[in-house]
């Protein structure tokens, strides 16, 4: 017997991309419940075909109706609506509204039947992507090794994020993108601590709206100005750190970012997961920067 209805919640529908574990799938789209509803339809037919083979068409019995079919409808209407399922629900309210009004055998046989075929024929639109156990745990590992960067960079961290997703998904070039949008975010970072002034065409140009060639040139070019004068140690130290760092945007440069935003080429896997190793070593030596720098006196 289906169970009462008060135990149906129908949740939000789920919108934006998700990844999930099986346990996670389950539990968001009760998969119990669902899998429960449709075997009490499916018995709903059987019984009919059963009451037809053996003693012919007949009205359903109302006690029979009010204790099985009638719960069973809205057991299987609260998981239609739970996913969404409108051509099935749109089959369902006929169907609810014949069986309070009585039904023979064989119209609750036909009903049954094409409430099943409506389910399974739109659970077939309802999708879902296999990740691998490997990247999987790589997706699952992925936020250990961006804290402090996210602390640090706050605004990298949808990104960030995007690009481990579209990487679990085999989305490649998509992953190297969005890390650029990061490494890009650390350049800026750097452009700034060493405040370099760009301008185009004479008049002053903010370091978001300048090209990297401009970016790198500018830092360089104002790092080599700095070290014309006296500096102590920490100075040394820090014009030092800057200009590497610069020296890495370039090689990320050259070797990712001008190919993945210039149509240059696409990605593979093993690609994909060394930009988003370098870029975390990267953006993770600039955070520990910004971190060592704060709690200097």
Known sequence: MPEKESIFSVQKPVSGLQIWNLSEIMRQYNVWQLANALAHVTQMQLDAEEQLRTRGDASVPVERMNTWYVPCLKMCNAECERLELTAALNRLAPFNFEIRQGISWS???????????????????????????????????????????????????????????????EKNTACVFHMMRVAEMGLRSIAKKVKVKLTDKKEPLPVEFATWNKVIDGIKTKIAVVRTKPKSARQNEQLQFYSDAADQCTYIRDLWRNDVSHHRKTFNDGEALGVLTRVQQFMGLLAKKEGDEKSKP
């Open 107 to 169: 119209e609750l046989r036909n009903q049954a039947k094409t409430m099943l075929e409506a389910i399974h024929s739109e659970l077939c639109f309802r999708r879902f992507a296999f990740v691998p156990t490997e990247k999987a745990t790589l997706h699952d590992r992925f936020a250990f090794g961006w804290e402090e960067i996210w602390k640090k960079f706050p605004e990298v961290k949808e990104d960030s994020q995007d690009a481990i997703d579209c990487y679990a998904l």
